[in-house]
């Protein structure tokens, strides 16, 4: 893991002990240690690095242009400052590489998907661009005071092969360039490709002529035609590399806040046999609408205390015809989607009505609480029990008469509703039948308050 401290600069935590694998994996990191095993005069000093390496004895790792820096502990524990130099590249060298990585699409994939392969190093090289550094190239400096490669400087060497392995990037850095530059770079160096080769004109500063028979490949960008012109595309390589190098995403907009109206069906044309127009347009809005909630709710929006039985919608539950019809009626269709709505659920229109009531109060879970009837028996009975006698003290306690799952105070018209989730569910008798008064709560107190009409949860009302 890297922080930017500034541009050109790049920090990477002290990895843990390399206890049971190599130092480097890859063949660049390998390429890395034989520059430093091959040219250190004493192999016992490059053995005790490899020795403090392994045992995490290396700080933090700072990258910048030309120079790796660590603090290495002795096995005594005493700190020493270790630097190792690496010639940077020049800008010509630079422009070379940015010209061969452009017309070369697939070096830069590489590069991305933190790869090094063979061939972009040969490239490079037959370009005058060494990358990996070679006999001599890795200048040490210790606070030590060895003139020549020591334990620490060593050290430092292994455990930045660990980080070339998992990003080449690194290298890249040592020599000159830092990670958003060069992409930024080839970006526009290969938008300008793109564009002359699209003029039927030669990358500036390239020798190379344009591709015009079987030899041309890639790399030559594929023109087509005789003229070269617009009207023949874009070299393939530069508009290749120009995608692969895009700015971040923007910030995701704000949701609409409602959703949009469906097509209107309302034609002169006459519907189809066995086509209800009104029932279809009604259901598109209702699509409409949970295709809304659904965007809001991934963007993070609040969901509405009404809305929350919507929720099983998202989880993916399977609701049953009559449940899915119930549904469909709380979004307040026209008189004739209701009659429809209310005989394909077997209901009456009282009966649907006071249904769709439960259902914006709890969707699937407060329908079933209305419809059916259960007897707790074993645990679930035991924890109703003891919940109601802590939710008041002994004198307070009102009477309650138990029928199944429902506890109704006696001489009163509240009664509370166990559901299966063992939340108690208010309900008032209006004109002569149970009705759903609130939202569900886990103390049943609290849900007969609600059920008496008292906004004082401490009193029992009735």
């Known amino acids: 893991m890297s922080t930017d401290e500034h541009d050109g600069a790049r920090t990477f935590a002290a990895l843990p002990p390399a206890h049971g694998r190599g130092f480097a994996r890859t063949w660049w990191g390998q390429a890395w240690l034989r520059a430093l095993e091959d040219?250190?005069?004493?192999?016992?000093?490059?053995?005790?690095?490899?020795?403090?390496?392994?045992?995490?004895?290396?700080?933090?790792?700072?990258?910048?242009?030309?120079?790796?820096?660590?603090?290495?502990?002795?096995?005594?524990?005493?700190?020493?400052?270790?630097?190792?130099?690496l010639q940077e590249l020049s800008t010509h060298q630079w422009d070379r590489f940015l010209d061969m990585a452009v017309e070369r699409a697939g070096h830069v994939a590489a590069l991305l998907d933190r790869e090094m392969p063979p061939h972009l190093v040969e490239d490079a090289a037959a370009?005058?661009?060494e990358l990996l550094p070679g006999l001599g190239d890795l200048d040490p400096e210790c606070d030590c005071g060895t003139w020549d490669h020591c334990a620490h400087t060593a050290a430092l060497c292994y455990?930045?092969?660990?980080?070339?392995?998992?990003?080449?990037?690194?290298?890249?850095?040592?020599?000159?360039?830092?990670?958003?530059?060069?992409?930024?770079?080839?970006?526009?160096?290969?938008?300008?490709?793109?564009?002359?080769?699209?003029?039927?004109?030669?990358?500036?500063?390239?020798?190379?002529?344009?591709?015009?028979?079987p030899e041309g490949g890639l790399e030559d960008g594929l023109q087509g035609g005789s003229g070269g012109g617009p009207e023949d595309g874009v070299d393939a390589a530069g508009a290749y590399v120009a995608g692969l190098v895009l700015p971040p995403l923007p910030e995701p907009s704000e949701p609409p806040a409602r959703p949009g109206p469906p097509p209107s069906l309302d034609t002169d044309a006459r519907p189809a046999a066995g086509v209800d127009a009104a029932a279809l347009e009604f259901l598109a809005a209702r699509a409409a609408e949970d295709a809304h909630r659904l965007l809001v709710d991934a963007l993070g929006g609040a969901e509405h205390p009404h809305e929350a039985?919507?929720?099983?919608?998202?989880?993916?539950?399977?609701?049953?015809?009559?449940?899915d019809a119930?549904?469909?009626?709380?979004?307040?269709?026209?008189?004739?989607?209701?009659?429809?709505?209310?005989?394909?659920?077997?209901?009456?229109?009282?009966?649907?009505a006071l249904a769709v009531h439960a259902w914006r109060y709890g969707g699937a879970a407060a329908l079933s609480v209305l419809e059916d009837e259960w007897a707790p028996e074993g645990t679930p009975l035991a924890r109703?029990?003891?919940?109601l006698e802590a939710a008041w003290d002994e004198e307070e306690r009102p009477r309650l008469r138990a029928a199944g799952n429902r506890w109704t105070v006696s001489g009163g018209s509240a009664q509370l509703r166990l559901g299966r989730?063992?939340?108690?569910?208010?309900?008032?008798?209006?004109?002569?039948?149970?009705?759903?008064?609130?939202?569900?709560?886990?103390?049943?107190a609290t849900a007969l308050a609600v059920a008496a009409g008292d906004d004082d949860p401490g009193r029992t009302g009735g």
């Not at 660590?70 to 270790?82: I, K, L, N, S, Y």
């Not at 070339?164 to 938008?191: A, Y």
């Not at 109703?384 to 919940?387: D, G, I, K, N, P």
Request: glycine share 12%.
């Open 39 to 85: 040219a250190a005069l004493d192999g016992a000093q490059v053995k005790a690095g490899r020795r403090l390496a392994r045992a995490g004895s290396v700080g933090a790792v700072s990258v910048r242009p030309g120079r790796i820096t660590a603090v290495v502990q002795d096995r005594d524990r005493t700190a020493h400052r270790a630097d190792v130099l």
């Open 127 to 129: 370009a005058g661009v």
């Open 159 to 213: 455990q930045v092969a660990r980080l070339l392995d998992q990003d080449p990037f690194v290298l890249l850095l040592m020599r000159g360039r830092e990670e958003r530059s060069l992409l930024d770079d080839l970006q526009v160096r290969g938008t300008a490709s793109a564009g002359t080769a699209s003029a039927g004109t030669t990358p500036a500063g390239s020798d190379r002529a344009p591709a015009d028979g």
């Open 309 to 323: 039985h919507e929720a099983h919608e998202a989880k993916g539950e399977e609701l049953t015809v009559g449940q």
């Open 326 to 352: 119930v549904r469909l009626a709380a979004g307040d269709p026209g008189e004739e989607v209701l009659t429809r709505l209310a005989r394909g659920s077997g209901r009456g229109p009282e009966e649907l």
């Open 384 to 387: 109703a029990r003891a919940a």
């Open 421 to 444: 989730d063992g939340r108690w569910w208010p309900y008032r008798k209006q004109a002569g039948q149970w009705v759903p008064a609130g939202l569900p709560a886990q103390d049943p």
